[in-house]
Nanobody
Framework: QVRLVESGGGLVQAGDSLRLSCTAS????????MGWFRQGQGKEREFVAA????????RYAESVEGRFTISRDNAKNTWYLQMNSLTPEDTAIYYC?????????????????WGQGTQVTVSS
């Protein structure tokens, strides 16, 4: 059974940083992709960042470009989202996702495996 577990969420103030982690168990995603999405209250789930297994391709949403960094440690089957200069607009539940196919990094529908989500709250 494949399982993705996020950690690292919390309550911070504007301007602070957080690092989210996502560890997969049950399979690896060699040649695939790993990503982060978020869903604010009353909003649809949106793409945040994604990376391919070999780090050959990385994508960011415009809203986080320059502030967030995605990375992965294949040996640990874990990927990360370093979030800097957080603003209240970043408040959301953050979900990690993964899929064996490396294309369509920004598409929610292109990911078959999802974590349970971790809350990130940024106060002003």
């Amino acid at each position: 059974q494949v399982r993705l577990v996020e950690s690292g969420g919390g309550l911070v103030q504007a301007g602070d940083s957080l690092r989210l982690s996502c560890t997969a168990s049950g399979r690896t995603f060699s040649s695939g992709k790993m990503g982060w999405f978020r869903q604010g209250q009353g909003k649809e789930r949106e793409f945040v960042a994604a990376i391919t297994w070999n780090s050959g391709r990385i994508r960011y949403a415009e809203s986080v470009e320059g502030r967030f960094t995605i990375s992965r440690d294949n040996a640990k089957n874990t990927w990360y989202l370093q979030m800097n200069s957080l603003t209240p607009e970043d408040t959301a539940i953050y979900y990690c996702a993964a899929d064996q196919i490396w294309v369509l990094l920004t598409e929610t529908s292109a990911y078959n495996y999802w974590g349970q989500g971790t809350q990130v709250t940024v106060s002003s």
